[in-house]
């Protein structure tokens, strides 16, 4: 119904930067929030930053004043620009998608996941 593609990730080294998109195709939300999620290894998945349908973000406050997250909704795609990166930040990024479809109703969405090596 909603299939996510994700691309931009790599290695990069400390203090870098690194764009990461992820673009929707399918059944269209009506109103929804765009996220992505980290998991390191080792670790929990978590929230990195997230978007509403009115633009509304919200952050981890580790990347806080580093990441911006922004979303095109004429090309149905999210985008994290992350700058100054960190050796911490190294993880597999996800990208998410949530929210109503009309005649569906709840649904959501995760990508397949694209590493961020941060390493010099």
């Known amino acids: 119904q909603v299939q996510l593609v994700e691309s931009g990730g790599g290695l990069v080294q400390p203090g870098g930067s690194l764009r990461l998109s992820c673009a929707a195709s399918?059944?269209?939300?009506?109103?929804?929030?765009m996220g992505w999620y980290r998991q390191a290894p080792g670790k929990q998945r978590e929230l990195v930053a997230a978007?509403?349908?009115?633009?509304?973000?919200n952050y981890a406050d580790s990347v806080k004043g580093r990441f911006t997250i922004s979303r095109d909704n004429a090309k149905n795609t999210v985008y994290l620009q992350m700058n100054s990166l960190k050796p911490e930040d190294t993880a597999v990024y996800y990208c998410?998608?949530?929210?109503?479809?009309?005649?569906?109703?709840?649904?959501?969405?995760w990508g397949q996941g694209t590493l961020v090596t941060v390493s010099s």
């Open positions: 978007i509403t349908s009115d633009d509304s973000t």
């Open positions: 998410n998608n949530r929210g109503l479809i009309p005649s569906i109703g709840y649904l959501e969405v």
């Open positions: 399918g059944r269209r939300f009506s109103v929804n929030t």
